[in-house]
Every structure is written in C-alpha cells, then in structure tokens.
C-alpha cells in the first residue's frame, strides 16, 4: 500500500497527530515533518505512548527521539503525574535514546524516581525502570 508521505508547512499540522492507533497515514506524515512542525504538537504525540503495545507508538517514538530540549517540560509533566504505566512506557521507550540535554533536565527527576519512588511508582516498578534508566545513562 503507498502511503501518501508528502507534507510540507503549509498542510494542516493537526494532520500529524494521529486519529487512532491504526492511523499509520498520520504516522508518516510524522516521520517526514520538521522538527519545528513536530514540537508543535508534542503534547498530542506523547500521548501516543500511554501504551507501547499501540501499533503506532514505535513511529511516534522514531519521531520524538530525536527531539532537543523543547522534549524535556512535556516528558516532565507525565512523570510528575500519576499515571505510572504512561510514566513507565516513556523511562523504558522513550528516553533511553534520547539527546544529552533532555537527560540533563530530567535527571533529577529520574533520580528521585528511582531513589524515592510514590507507592503507585513502586507497585508498578515504575523505580526499577529509571534506576536502570539511570544504569544506561552511566549515573547514579
């Protein structure tokens, strides 16, 4: 099937967030915007990645981890949450990979995540996820 892959600034931006989790057209728009383009609609993205096991959560985190520092409020703002499954998909999925100075923002907070878990982070090993987070990254 061929994907109609084409965008450019002047298409509707909505049109990168997709409808549902089978909505692999909006994914590939996804992978050929701009980085600009895709920080427009970061927030609407990441909720993507409450569910890893979603068909399209691989394409939304192929085009967020490249992302700057522009990704580290909106990752910051989940873990300050309370839903631990979304917070735990994001540690172990998404910021692995991601660019030195998102890690350097969120460090902290992965941290105490890892060090001082809620009792919600602790019942889904939500700690255990950013400690070897913290692991990867080579720090404490």
């Not at 931006?13 to 609609?41: M, T, W």
Request: aromatic content about 6%.
């Amino acid at each position: 099937m061929k994907h109609d892959v084409t965008y450019d600034a002047s298409t509707d931006i909505s049109r990168l967030v997709p409808g549902h989790k089978g909505d692999f057209d909006a994914c590939h728009r996804l992978l050929e915007a701009s980085p600009e383009q895709i920080r427009r609609v970061l927030p609407e993205l990441l909720v993507w990645l409450q569910d890893i096991n979603w068909p399209i959560a691989p394409y939304i985190l192929k085009a967020l981890r490249p992302l700057d520092a522009a990704l580290a409020q909106p990752v910051m703002d989940i873990l300050a949450g309370d839903d631990e499954m979304w917070k735990y998909w994001i540690i172990s999925n998404l910021l692995p990979q991601v660019r030195t100075e998102v890690r350097q923002a969120l460090h902290p907070r992965i941290v105490a995540i890892a060090k001082q878990p809620t009792p919600g982070e602790a019942a889904d090993e939500v700690n255990l996820a950013a400690a070897g987070l913290l692991a990867q990254w080579g720090s404490d």
